[in-house]
């Protein structure tokens, strides 16, 4: 074999493994990029009286648009921004929207009675001045406005109620009246007397992996009837919820006599389900209570869960929305 | 040295070396592009590899013309940003025609050394600076694309080598241009000063 023969040959393995390498990378790369940039599934329930809702967008690395903002058509004072610069996958990067309710801007016209308010399509706005209609999952919008209008700031979704939040990483606790742990009276004669709550907000909190709690002080003897989200189906085994009375755990019907401390814990369990483990929830845990004289009243635990985003679950959630795609 | 290679050497230097102030490119490619193209058509005797890295260099003088007229900036491979398929396509395509314009020079140098007498030291190592340039010039080529896919933290230092090694190779190169222009040169004056002095001056290099 003489030198050119050699070089030849060198130069053919070369360019070949060059071939290769670039053939092989782009193939991976496209394998791994979302076919569309678009909302996770969200669970979201909020309340038109203060509150928040948080979204979250999932777009390719290589997408130059970004998204700067969203508004719901109807509600054009429910305004969302994009909180942060956005957390970087591998070929993905998640985008955190927030939309503080602002309380004051409720219709007060619209009553409760009517059901809440469902959002299933939201206006993303881009960078590049473009905006587009994308399927967000779903949002329960309770129209609360009216109800807080009846009893006229006499407190009672917003007297001693706290934001009992999780971001993911750190627990906080917000004192505040953004409408999370919050104390109301559903009965018709809220509008003609001072609320005077068979309970305090006692304390409330959330932790990172998925588990919160609230705590109420009972003052006046009370039947606990009913705890109601409208995710609890959704959820299923993947959502763990108990309450208990002074550490005795009740079952429904519950009667509480006075200076019994009643607590709501929950704790997510999604990491062991596939089929929500990329979905975003916001749980309205409402607890309704019945008094001796019939009165109801009602007791709200939020409870969130933002899904933690591996490098896995983002990879099994880009392939499924391949195949469906496909 | 013969103009010719000062003009090829010269050029590399400028190609190789990206001086900015601010955005401003104070050394552009394009300027050392034309130098190696007008360099190597004034070397004497011409042989098809020569051709072959003009036809190169003149290639890259049409890529890099964007840029002289404030169009998008080289590609930073330290600072990734996300690029469509057309810019990696661009990059991949731009390192293989750089590639064939530093085999034009180096085995254009060893050809010529190869038909002269008394060069074998300048036709060994103009070998010896092409496998170091097609070396890193492959292992880069082979690299770029798991910018793709590998994590940054890991691709980083492979590409610092790299680039690293690259830029020593390109150093290799003018050295190489410049041992093959004062050799010319040493031809030239062959006649005047006598085939005794050429001998020592070689001797020397």
């Known amino acids: 074999m003489n030198a050119r023969m050699k070089a030849g040959i060198v130069y053919a393995v070369a360019a070949a493994v060059i071939i290769a390498s670039w053939i092989g990378n782009a193939a991976v790369y496209r394998h791994n990029q979302l076919p569309e940039a678009g909302f996770l599934q969200h669970y979201i329930e909020a309340t038109d009286n203060g509150g928040h809702i948080e979204l979250l967008y999932l777009a390719n690395r290589s997408d130059p648009r970004r998204i700067v903002g969203v508004t719901i058509e109807g509600l054009p004072w429910v305004k969302f921004q994009a909180s942060s610069g956005g957390n970087e996958m591998r070929y993905q990067r998640v985008e955190e929207l927030m939309a503080i309710i602002d309380p004051r801007q409720g219709q007060p016209g619209e009553a409760e009675e009517d059901g809440p308010l469902v959002i299933r399509e939201v206006t993303a706005h881009y960078s590049d001045g473009t905006s587009e209609r994308k399927n967000v999952g779903e949002i329960r919008l309770y129209r609360e406005a009216a109800r807080a209008e009846s009893e006229d700031g006499e407190g009672a979704a917003g007297a001693e109620n706290a934001v009992v939040s999780k971001d993911g990483n750190t627990d906080r606790i917000e004192d505040g009246n953004t409408g999370a742990d919050t104390g109301g009276n559903t009965g018709t004669s809220a509008g003609t007397e001072a609320v005077d709550r068979p309970f305090s907000f006692g304390s409330g909190g959330s932790s990172s992996d998925g588990a919160g709690h609230g705590t109420i002080a009972i003052q006046r003897p009370i039947t606990w009837t009913d705890v109601y989200s409208a995710w609890l189906p959704v959820l299923g085994d993947a959502f763990e919820w108990q309450v208990s009375a002074d550490s005795e755990q009740l079952e429904l019907p519950a009667d509480l006599d006075a200076h019994q401390s009643l607590t709501l814990k929950y704790q997510f369990r999604l990491d062991d389900h596939p089929a929500h483990d990329m979905d975003v929830f916001q749980l309205i845990m409402r607890m309704s209570f019945r008094e001796r004289n019939d009165q109801i009243w009602d007791y709200s635990v939020y409870a969130a869960y933002k899904p933690r985003m591996t490098e896995a679950q983002v990879r099994a959630y880009v392939q499924g929305k391949r195949r469906e795609r496909a | ?205």
């Not at chain 2, 036809?55 to 080289?74: H, K």
């Not at chain 2, 180096?106 to 007498?117: D, F, M, N, P, T």
């Open chain 2, 1 to 205: 040295m013969r103009p010719a290679y000062s003009r090829i050497a010269w050029g590399l230097a400028l190609e190789l070396i990206d001086f900015r102030i601010q955005s401003f490119d104070v050394l552009p490619d394009a300027l050392g592009y034309l130098l190696i193209m007008i360099g190597l058509a004034g070397v004497q005797p011409r042989n098809g590899r020569f051709v072959a890295g003009w036809i190169a260099a003149c290639a890259l003088l049409i890529e890099s013309l964007p840029r002289l007229a404030g169009g998008p900036p080289i590609i930073n491979l330290l600072q990734p940003q996300p690029l469509d398929s057309s810019q990696w396509l661009m990059m991949g395509g731009t390192a293989i025609v750089e590639t064939i314009m530093l085999y034009g020079i180096c085995v254009g140098i060893r050809g010529q050394a190869l038909s002269e007498k008394g060069q074998a030291g300048l036709a060994h190592s103009a070998l010896r600076t092409w496998q170091a340039v097609f070396g890193f010039g492959t292992a880069m080529l082979i690299a770029l694309p798991f910018m793709l896919n590998a994590d940054r933290s890991t691709t980083t230092p492979w590409l610092v080598l790299l680039s690293l090694g690259a830029f020593i190779a390109g150093l290799s190169v003018i050295v190489l241009v410049r041992k093959a222009g004062k050799r010319r040169a040493a031809d030239e004056d062959e006649g005047e000063e006598g085939a005794d002095l050429t001998t020592e001056r070689v001797t020397e290099e």
